[in-house]
Structures are given as structure tokens and as C-alpha cells.
């Protein structure tokens, strides 16, 4: 089993995130959704008021390591973790209708999928429909 460290992110890994987000998006066919650069992950994420929360997963000796060997389980345990630290009472994962695999880890391990619990649904505003909203 591959070693796993777990560990904040720093500024300098903003380009690595980056190509993680673009690899996510390309399994999950959704490519023409990343619209963010470096410089933006830079100013989310390290400006005087970051936006989000960052851990990196380094996977050692190599990434490539086959499914199935614990290291989601890991990284959703950390982040876990790290919430109950700043004081949030809860956390939320996103995950397509697709992704069985992924569904079926995070209900292993205790996650409510409001979709059937509550009957909840995500939406997003962008591009046009958020500049008709402020006007602009």
C-alpha cells in the first residue's frame, strides 16, 4: 500500500492543484468546466481572506497506485478532521450520478446522501445568468 501524507496546501502547489482539477474534470467528462487559472487559485487560496481550505494528498513512492487501497479514506478522514479543528459542524462532498465507487465509499463511511435523504439538488449560477442576476 502506497504511504499517504496528508498536509495543507502551500501557494507553491497551486500549479499542481490546477492540473489535478483539469485531470478530475477530463474522468469526469467535464473538461469545458474548468474556467479558473493559477493566479485565481493563488488569490482563493492564499489572499488576506482565503475563499476555501486546501489539503494535499502526496502519495509516496509514486502516484498511480490502483483503487481500492485506502487512500480516499485517508483524505476524506483528514478532512474529517481538520473540520472538526476549525470548528464546522459538518462538511459536504459533490460526486456524479455516475460515480457508483465513490458513492458507495462515502456512504461506507457514514456520509448521508441528501439526495435521497432530503431530496436535495445542487444548482450553480455562472457566466451570463450571474451578470443578469447582478446586472451587469
Known amino acids: 500500500m502506497a504511504s499517504v501524507l496528508i498536509r495543507e496546501a502551500k501557494e ?20 469545458d468546466q474548468v474556467k479558473i487559472s493559477e493566479e485565481a487559485l493563488r488569490a482563493d487560496g492564499f489572499g488576506e481572506n482565503p475563499f476555501y481550505h486546501c489539503l494535499v494528498a502526496e502519495i509516496l513512492p509514486a502516484p ?13 478522514k483528514k478532512v474529517a478532521e481538520v473540520a472538526l479543528d476549525k470548528g464546522c ?8 450520478d455516475w460515480n457508483k465507487r465513490a458513492m458507495d465509499l462515502y456512504k461506507a463511511l457514514g ?26
Open 12 to 31: 507553491g502547489d497551486c500549479g499542481n492543484i490546477l492540473r489535478l482539477i483539469r485531470e478530475l474534470a477530463e474522468y469526469e467528462k467535464l473538461s
Open 64 to 76: 498511480g497506485e490502483p483503487q481500492g487501497h485506502g487512500i480516499g479514506s485517508k483524505i476524506i
Open 89 to 96: 459542524s459538518q462538511f459536504r462532498l459533490s460526486v456524479l
Open 111 to 136: 456520509a448521508q446522501d441528501l439526495t435521497e435523504a432530503e431530496g436535495w439538488h445542487s444548482f450553480r449560477f455562472e457566466g451570463e445568468a450571474m451578470r443578469e442576476l447582478a446586472g451587469k
